[in-house]
């Protein structure tokens, strides 16, 4: 299964997403390779793409460089779906906004915003104050591809996990 999106800076982009055996994977003549992959033997026990939120059964890989990814717990508040990424020497943060848009940003700094416009279309918005990397535009996409944009609220979750609101 793949996601084919038109970025407007990169051009087009490809994410390959393999749920049964947990690999998500970027392609792009633009970007590099870049893939997250569930280890050999995990058990897919989430609902995303990727079937873990456990970082320790997580492997990150930007072109030749290995990252650490920490995915939040996924349970009730938006935050709790944030994901981190430590690569190379900077922290990256792919962080629900709403149930349709994502923020990815480096260090604290907004680099872009992905939301998922109806009918499933990705739109992407790259901050025009920062720049950057195709690296960083690669691993952006790896954590659409892995994890989604956006989060339900509060109520949704609840409701969602067998909970009751009141």
């Known amino acids: 299964m793949g996601l084919v999106i038109g970025d407007p800076r990169h051009g087009r982009v490809v994410i390959s997403v393999d ?12 970007l590099p390779s870049a893939s997250i992959m569930r280890r050999a033997g995990a058990a897919a ?30 349970f009730t508040t938006r935050r709790s779906y944030r994901i981190r990424v430590e690569l190379r020497d900077a922290s990256y943060e792919f962080t ?21 416009a109806p009918m499933g279309v990705l739109e992407v918005s790259w901050a025009p104050e920062t ?24 109520l949704k979750s609840i409701v969602g996990h067998g909970g009751t609101p009141f």
Request: hydrophobic letters at 30%; glycine letters at 14%; proline letters at 8%.
């Open 19 to 30: 749920r049964e055996h947990g690999v998500i994977e970027v392609g792009s003549s633009s």
């Open 96 to 116: 629900p906004r709403s149930e349709n848009v994502s923020r990815f940003s480096r260090n604290g700094v907004e680099l872009a915003t992905f939301e998922r």
């Open 131 to 154: 720049s950057a990397t195709p690296d960083e535009a690669a691993l952006a996409y790896l954590l659409v591809g892995a994890y989604g944009v956006g989060s339900p609220g509060v």
């Open 45 to 74: 026990g989430d609902p995303s793409p990727i079937g873990t939120r456990d970082p320790r059964q997580l492997v990150l890989t930007v072109g030749s460089d290995s990252g650490r990814v920490s995915p939040g717990t996924g």
